[in-house]
């Protein structure tokens, strides 16, 4: 499985979603956060989906999904790639859950 999913979106417009990522050329892309999900209890970390913010509104999207971890004190987190199948299961089981709620 990849970092990546399709999904239909509405624009939010709230600033604290928004994310910048580099690209392996120091490129800069502005996400916007779809969905946050907690696995501390199970994997000892969060998740984050995310999607190009320049998507226009209403088109499907190309979710990306990473690890994230935030150290104690610190402003910025940092995004890994998702390890294990067990992690994916459970980040699939949520995102469709959140879907069907949607």
Do not use: C
Not at 16 to 45: A, M, P, S, V, Y
């Amino acid at each position: 499985m990849s970092n990546e999913h399709t999904h239909d979106h509405d624009h939010h417009d709230h600033e604290d979603d928004l994310i910048t990522l580099l690209d392996e050329d120091g490129n800069e892309t502005l996400f916007r956060i779809h969905l946050t999900i907690d696995g501390q209890e199970e994997f000892g970390k969060d998740y984050v989906l995310l999607y190009d913010a320049s998507t226009p509104e209403g088109e499907e999207v190309e979710l990306l999904a990473y690890a994230y971890e935030q150290a104690e004190g610190e402003a910025e987190g940092r995004l890994m790639e998702i390890e294990t199948e067990a992690e994916w299961q459970m980040i699939e089981e949520v995102f469709n859950t959140f879907q069907e709620e949607e």
